[in-house]
């Protein structure tokens, strides 16, 4: 069974363009420039399994080139 998809746009949140944006993770990844890694910490990668685990996120699909 597929779960059902989740998207989410800037043009479609009722903050866009107000200070909420600043601290948004959409913001974040859709701000940075293509070869800017996104790094997160042990804390953070703990929360995403707990999201994952909870089916709030997809898989994280990276795999590393190096190696």
Same mark, same amino acid.
């Given at each position: #069974?597929? $779960? /059902?998809?989740?998207?989410?746009?800037?043009?479609? *949140?009722? %903050?866009?363009?107000?200070?909420?944006?600043?601290? *948004? !993770? !959409?913001?974040? %990844? %859709?701000? @940075? +420039?293509? +070869?800017? =890694? !996104?790094?997160?910490? $042990?804390?953070? $990668? @703990? =929360? #995403?399994? #707990?999201? +994952?685990?909870? &089916?709030? !996120? /997809?898989?994280? @699909?990276? +795999?590393? @080139?190096? &190696?």
């Amino acid at each position: #069974m597929t $779960a /059902p998809s989740f998207t989410i746009s800037c043009d479609d *949140c009722s %903050l866009q363009g107000t200070d909420a944006c600043d601290g *948004c !993770v !959409v913001s974040y %990844l %859709l701000d @940075r +420039e293509p +070869e800017d =890694a !996104v790094v997160i910490d $042990a804390d953070e $990668a @703990r =929360a #995403m399994r #707990m999201l +994952e685990k909870a &089916g709030l !996120v /997809p898989t994280l @699909r990276f +795999e590393d @080139r190096a &190696g």
